[in-house]
DNA sequence: AGAACACTTCGGCCGCGACCGAAGCGTTCG
DNA sequence: CGAACGCTTCGGTCGCGGCCGAAGTGTTCT
């Protein structure tokens, strides 16, 4: 199997609209099923089946039946970091087109605050992002980051005590090109931590059927202590 | 631009398996000519002409003409990072295939040593990462890595003074995973320092017209001394 | 200047694969 | 049990895009 090959079969999985809507309504995590999915590529039932199959035959989606449901999800992180890695690559091709950025088919709400796999993005995954670094929690740098020691008694303060994670000093910090906003939000282990850490506080509750990310009015008081971010106004403003 | 399509551009571009050969022929960073590619990707000038404009024009390559002959590359490390995490994405899709596995058309010289973007990779690029873990020299996590204090030490014998680089005790020092090998080797800019500083010892000479990398007499003494990897008996056995 | 060369553009051919409706299968209701 | 439902398989249509040869443009060499 030569490398070209290798790479031309994933490209091409990922490379019809239909099915890169899929795998884009699946980035956050969550399984939905086949119709669900049919429905958000805008095809036929009999059109998303035949792709569905061809992407878990290609190892980008794993599938469970349940019931008389077939339910999808993204394989691996590895793949919902490839997805990612290839917007970027996307959005900076592109980088003054102003047809094309002039027409933000992203909706407002996905561009606010949205799950990415497992962490937050959008304005206000970046917003956290830049809060901690402000406050010294985290350093990042261009492709690795680590929690400072202040930092460590900060998150326990919030709640994510680290002592359990691992035995290095080192952390899983990492930051991820956000798409939307072209700057860094935090993924990796911390990032997770996080944004699971937000929703038990009740600050955030994910949509139903979207990977958009609504903020509580719990939320916009506690964003703006903890973190002087100001996740509210552009929410109330109905942006 | 909805991120689904977005995402189907950059996946159709590289979804073509003479495009796909063009990209993995220029994975290691240099410049090839439009003629070069055309030979890689095993398709006539006319058709690889029409390829490379949609690469450049997807961002995906830059091009300069130097001549009567326009040269190459990949657009950014961005790109090239990406194409890595597609190919990891591949070989991970078909884990048990032993009929793909089988025919491994990657030649024994790639798989032994070559260059990724600006580091090395292959069994050499895997031995050395695994042998400055052993000494202590980089602590490596899944996604963050960095470079112990004892380490700087280390390196700076070696000739790469980390003082210059950064004000941070952070390094830009990343785990990558090795498509062939399947186990991280060194990235970042660390990888690629080292990457230099071998070719500057005169340790490895990069192939004219391949991303393959031979280790000369002098770098199986060097590897064998300073990091204890045996890079030259499987060279020396024509494997 | 003229020939050789590197590359691009054009035009026509052809095949892969995306699409859908209809029919088939298995599950879950009433 | 039969109807409704979710999904897949089948069969046929169609259009996009890859392919190449030939001709055209620009550059270098002698």
């Known amino acids: 199997m030569s ?9 091409a999985l990922v490379g019809d609209p239909a099915r890169a809507n899929m795998l884009a309504a699946l980035l956050d995590g969550r399984a939905l099923s086949a119709s669900e999915l049919a429905w958000s590529a805008r095809v036929a039932p009999a ?17 469970v039946r349940q019931g008389r449901h077939r339910y999808f999800r993204v394989a691996s992180a590895d793949v919902a970091g490839m997805e990612e890695t290839m917007m970027v690559v996307a959005s900076r091709a592109h980088p003054g087109d102003d047809r094309r950025r002039a027409t933000p088919r992203i909706s407002p709400a996905l561009r606010e605050a949205r799950t990415c796999y497992d ?6 995954g970046v917003g956290l992002a830049d809060a901690l670094v402000a406050r010294g929690v985290v350093a990042l740098a261009e492709e690795a ?25 080192r952390l899983f910090c990492r930051p ?31 949509e139903r059927d979207s990977r958009a990310v609504t903020v509580t009015a719990a939320g916009r008081r506690g964003f703006a202590e903890r973190f002087g971010v100001d996740a ?8």
């Open 145 to 169: 980051g680590e929690v400072t020691e202040s930092g460590r008694a900060w998150l326990a303060g919030f709640g994510l005590p680290l002592d359990r994670v691992g035995r290095t000093r």
């Open 119 to 124: 962490h937050l993005a959008g304005r206000l």
């Open 47 to 63: 059109s998303a089946s035949g792709h569905l199959a061809r992407l878990v035959a290609g190892g980008l989606l794993t599938v």
């Open 176 to 206: 991820c090109l956000d798409w939307s906003e072209r700057r860094p939000h935090l993924a990796g282990v911390l990032g997770a931590m996080l944004c699971r850490r937000c929703e038990e506080l009740g600050w955030i509750r994910r």
């Open 3 to 11: 490398p070209g090959l290798a790479l031309s079969e994933v490209g």
């Open 232 to 239: 509210g106004s552009a929410i109330a403003a109905g942006r």
